[in-house]
């Protein structure tokens, strides 16, 4: 895992070299209808891919937003969420994964909906954070945002991480 961050971290800064400045800016998303928009910190890169987005920190850490399929009201969300997070974590190759927050209510900026939040270690056993927040813009139509961050870069992405869940707008 420690290899994707290098990864997406090296092509951030290869892009941020070649740009003049780096600015904060927001995005709307799903890009064809946005439903809703999300603010992505100064330093912050913004990939589109496979229908989702996914903001990338110069540190170790990323924010996704994408749309889920199978949810369609606030009764099988949490559990939904919950399964997501699991599968998340999968996705990373992570083991030992483990609930450190167990599904609860939240608000983040515009949107009620759920958060979890998990850890796991990657191959290389250093702990690796992830949170889920899965909430409805409108009637029935769900997505979910995800930010992944390494114990090491906790401290350096902190602020933004919560600026970005805050940040969530919906499209009027």
Request: hydrophobic share 45%.
């Amino acid at each position: 895992m420690r290899k994707l961050f290098r990864i997406i971290c090296g092509s951030a800064l290869l892009l941020a070299t070649s740009l003049p400045c780096l600015t904060a800016e927001t995005v709307s998303y799903p890009d064809d209808r946005p439903v809703f928009t999300v603010a992505v910190p100064e330093g912050w890169e913004v990939r589109h891919e496979h229908g989702a987005v996914r903001i990338i920190a110069q540190a170790n850490a990323v924010f996704a937003l994408q749309h889920v399929d199978n949810v369609s009201d606030d009764d099988t969300a949490p559990v939904a969420l919950a399964e997501l997070a699991s599968l998340q974590g999968k996705q990373f190759a992570l083991e030992e994964m483990k609930v450190v927050r167990p599904t609860a209510p939240i608000q983040m900026g515009d949107f009620k909906g759920f958060i979890t939040e998990c850890v796991g270690k990657d191959k290389h056993g250093n702990d690796t954070f992830w949170q889920m927040m899965i909430f409805s813009p409108k009637d029935k139509d769900y997505y979910v945002a995800t930010c992944l961050w390494t114990k090491d870069d906790a401290e350096k992405t902190a602020a933004d991480r919560v600026d970005i869940f805050k940040s969530l707008k919906a499209v009027p």
